[in-house]
């Protein structure tokens, strides 16, 4: 039903930024909480930043905050996820999720969400 396309990953130094995108497609967007989790090699899937169907909720992991805004924009269908002060443990594999609800509350939990894109690879050399 619903199709999610990460893009802008790379490699940048530590204290770099990069900048995330995750366009949708196939569903209503503004039904749809959404969520950036990420994956080291070895390491269990972790939770990242996500925000409610309408913009006015975020939630962010501890690890991140004050570095990292998660934003959408309903009208283009896209999430993007904003990356300051990177550190190395930052790299890993990026993925864009979506939940088809209109809860006023983002989620943390990866089993609540219906929909994943196949990930960006990001690298935080030091």
């Known amino acids: 039903q619903v199709q999610l396309v990460e893009s802008g990953g790379g490699l940048v130094q530590a204290g770099g930024s990069l900048r995330l995108s995750c366009a949708a497609s196939?569903?209503?967007?503004?039904?749809?909480?959404m969520g950036w989790f990420r994956q080291a090699p070895g390491k269990e899937r972790e939770f990242v930043a996500a925000i409610n169907w309408s913009g006015s909720s975020t939630v962010y992991a501890d690890s991140v905050k004050g570095r990292f805004t998660i934003s959408r924009d309903n009208a283009k269908n896209t999430v993007s996820l904003q990356m300051n002060s990177l550190k190395p443990d930052d790299t890993a594999v990026y993925y864009c999720a979506a939940r088809y609800s209109r809860s006023p509350r983002p989620k943390t939990t990866g089993d609540l969400y219906d929909y994943w894109g196949q990930g960006t690879q990001v690298t935080v050399s030091s």
């Open positions: 196939g569903g209503s967007f503004s039904s749809y909480g």
